[in-house]
Nanobody
Framework: VQLQACGGGSVQAGGSLRLSCTAS????????MGWYRQTAGSERELVAS???????NYADSVKGRFTISRDFGESTVFLQMDALKPEDTAVYYC?????????WGQGTLVTVSS
């Protein structure tokens, strides 16, 4: 499974960005997809995930501001990020899980200025 992410960039606090990630190769095996983020010196943390059932899970810090969605037909997962805060600044990574192992996309940088 290969994951191609895009949509990062720079925005002022209060602004919005939309990340997308498309999976290819072995996509029928994918169960859940999600987004993680990482800042320098910190561990990678879950931002949001969406299961094959459509069930979603969010980090407390993004609840009410971020929305994860998935286009099963296109094997694409989206992360709509609204009301962005400077503390959301990080490299965001797309993730997929097929029940046996995890796959990671390349990181995309999100920078939120105050």
């Amino acid at each position: 499974v290969q994951l191609q992410a895009c949509g990062g960039g720079s925005v002022q606090a209060g602004g919005s960005l939309r990340l997308s990630c498309t999976a290819s190769g072995g996509i029928l095996s994918i169960n859940s997809m999600g987004w993680y983020r990482q800042t320098a010196g910190s561990e990678r943390e879950l931002v949001a995930s969406i299961a094959g059932t459509g069930r979603t899970n969010y980090a407390d810090s993004v609840k009410g501001r971020f929305t994860i969605s998935r286009d099963f037909g296109e094997s694409t997962v989206f992360l709509q990020m609204d009301a962005l805060k400077p503390e959301d600044t990080a490299v965001y990574y797309c993730n997929a899980y097929d029940g046996r192992r995890e796959y990671w996309g390349q990181g995309t940088l999100v920078t939120v200025s105050s």
